[in-house]
C-alpha cells in the first residue's frame, strides 16, 4: 500500500488531537473539495487508522482505546448535554456511584450545586471536581491510579465497592453493540463497573452516540442491568428495541436546534 500524503499525515494528526474530524472542517481547512476528503478519509479506513462516523471519521479502536485527552475533546458539547440530563434524574439526598470516563466526568460537574449527596468512585477526576463542594461528601474506592487517565482499578477497588449498597450507578461504555451489549476495553475496569452494577439500585449509563461506531472486546453488561440510558441522539433500531424489551428508559438529549427524538421512550419508573 502506498504512503500517506501530506494532507493525509495531517488529517491523521488532527484526529489524534481530538479525537475525529469533520469533513466540512477538513474541507474549508485544506482549501480542497468535500469529494476530495472523503476519499483521504476512506483511503485512512481502509488502513484502519480512522473509522468511519456520520460527517467524518474517528479514530479507529481496534482493540485499544482512545488516549484520554483526545476521548475528553471528543463529543464536548454532546457530552455536556447528556450529562445536564443525566444529573436531571439524581434527586438530592441520594447516594450513587461514578465510575471512569470522560462522559462520568461531565456528570459529575452536573452535580457540584447539588445538596446532600454520597458520591463514591474510582475516578479521581471525579474527586477533584466534586471536592469544592459543601453539600456532596466524597468517597474514593482505593487501589493503583492508572496515569494515562486517573482510574483506579484492581482487586481493593471492587472490594470498597461492595461494601456499599447506593441509590445510583453513573457508569460509561467505550462501545455499545446494537443486541443491547456494554463494551470496554480492559478487564480489570470492567471488573469495577460490574461491581458498581451489582451494588446500586438504579444504573445508568452515560453515552454519546459515537460510541455505536466502535467496537471493545470486554462485555460490561447490557441494557436489561440499566434502569436509564442517556445519550445524545437517537440510537439504532435494535438497540431501541433491546431497551423497550428490558423496560429502560431512554433518554436522548438532542441539540436544541435539531428535531426531537420521538421514538418509544420509557415511562419514569
Same mark, same amino acid.
Do not use: W
Given at each position: 500500500?502506498?504512503?500517506?500524503?501530506?494532507?493525509?499525515?495531517?488529517? /491523521?494528526?488532527?484526529? @489524534?488531537?481530538?479525537?475525529? *474530524?469533520?469533513?466540512?472542517? $477538513?474541507?474549508?481547512? %485544506?482549501?480542497? !473539495? =468535500?469529494?476530495?476528503?472523503?476519499? +483521504?478519509?476512506?483511503? $485512512?479506513? &481502509?488502513?484502519?487508522?480512522?473509522?468511519?462516523?456520520?460527517?467524518?471519521?474517528?479514530?479507529?479502536?481496534?482493540?485499544?482505546?482512545?488516549?484520554?485527552?483526545?476521548? @475528553?475533546? /471528543?463529543?464536548?458539547?454532546?457530552?455536556?448535554r447528556i450529562a445536564e440530563r443525566c444529573a436531571s434524574l439524581i434527586p438530592d439526598g441520594t447516594s450513587l456511584f461514578i465510575n471512569i470516563g470522560t462522559t462520568t466526568e461531565e456528570v459529575a460537574r452536573a452535580l457540584v450545586d447539588r445538596q446532600n449527596l454520597l458520591v463514591v468512585t474510582n475516578n479521581i477526576h471525579v474527586v477533584s471536581i466534586l $471536592?469544592?463542594?459543601?453539600?456532596?461528601?466524597?468517597? *474514593?474506592?482505593?487501589?493503583?491510579?492508572?496515569?494515562?487517565?486517573?482510574?483506579?482499578?484492581? &482487586?481493593?477497588?471492587?472490594?470498597?465497592?461492595?461494601? %456499599?449498597? /447506593?441509590?445510583?450507578?453513573?457508569?460509561?461504555?467505550?462501545?455499545?453493540?446494537? +443486541?443491547?451489549? /456494554?463494551?470496554? %476495553?480492559?478487564? @480489570?475496569? *470492567?471488573? #469495577?463497573?460490574?461491581?458498581?452494577?451489582?451494588?446500586?439500585?438504579?444504573?445508568?449509563? *452515560?453515552?454519546?452516540?459515537?460510541?455505536?461506531?466502535?467496537?471493545?472486546?470486554?462485555?460490561?453488561?447490557?441494557?436489561?442491568?440499566?434502569?436509564?440510558? #442517556?445519550?445524545?441522539?437517537?440510537? =439504532?433500531?435494535?438497540? #431501541?428495541?433491546?431497551?423497550?424489551?428490558?423496560?429502560?428508559? $431512554?433518554?436522548?438529549?438532542? +441539540?436544541?436546534?435539531? !428535531?426531537?427524538?420521538?421514538?418509544? &421512550?420509557?415511562?419514569?419508573?
Amino acid at each position: 500500500m502506498s504512503e500517506l500524503s501530506t494532507r493525509q499525515d495531517a488529517i /491523521l494528526e488532527l484526529a @489524534r488531537q481530538s479525537g475525529r *474530524v469533520a469533513v466540512d472542517d $477538513l474541507a474549508a481547512r %485544506f482549501e480542497v !473539495s =468535500p469529494q476530495t476528503i472523503r476519499k +483521504d478519509l476512506n483511503d $485512512l479506513c &481502509e488502513r484502519r487508522l480512522l473509522a468511519r462516523m456520520h460527517g467524518g471519521a474517528m479514530l479507529s479502536s481496534g482493540v485499544e482505546n482512545v488516549a484520554y485527552a483526545a476521548r @475528553r475533546a /471528543l463529543a464536548r458539547e454532546e457530552k455536556r448535554r447528556i450529562a445536564e440530563r443525566c444529573a436531571s434524574l439524581i434527586p438530592d439526598g441520594t447516594s450513587l456511584f461514578i465510575n471512569i470516563g470522560t462522559t462520568t466526568e461531565e456528570v459529575a460537574r452536573a452535580l457540584v450545586d447539588r445538596q446532600n449527596l454520597l458520591v463514591v468512585t474510582n475516578n479521581i477526576h471525579v474527586v477533584s471536581i466534586l $471536592l469544592p463542594s459543601p453539600g456532596v461528601e466524597v468517597v *474514593v474506592a482505593g487501589g493503583p491510579v492508572r496515569r494515562a487517565d486517573g482510574g483506579i482499578v484492581g &482487586e481493593s477497588t471492587v472490594d470498597l465497592v461492595s461494601e %456499599f449498597k /447506593l441509590d445510583f450507578a453513573v457508569i460509561g461504555a467505550s462501545a455499545l453493540d446494537e +443486541d443491547g451489549s /456494554l463494551l470496554d %476495553f480492559d478487564y @480489570r475496569e *470492567v471488573r #469495577v463497573a460490574r461491581a458498581i452494577l451489582g451494588n446500586a439500585r438504579r444504573a445508568i449509563l *452515560v453515552a454519546d452516540a459515537s460510541k455505536f461506531e466502535r467496537s471493545a472486546p470486554v462485555r460490561i453488561g447490557h441494557v436489561r442491568q440499566l434502569h436509564a440510558f #442517556v445519550t445524545d441522539r437517537p440510537p =439504532p433500531e435494535r438497540f #431501541v428495541a433491546a431497551c423497550a424489551v428490558a423496560g429502560t428508559r $431512554l433518554e436522548v438529549a438532542e +441539540d436544541p436546534n435539531e !428535531s426531537r427524538f420521538d421514538g418509544n &421512550e420509557s415511562p419514569e419508573a
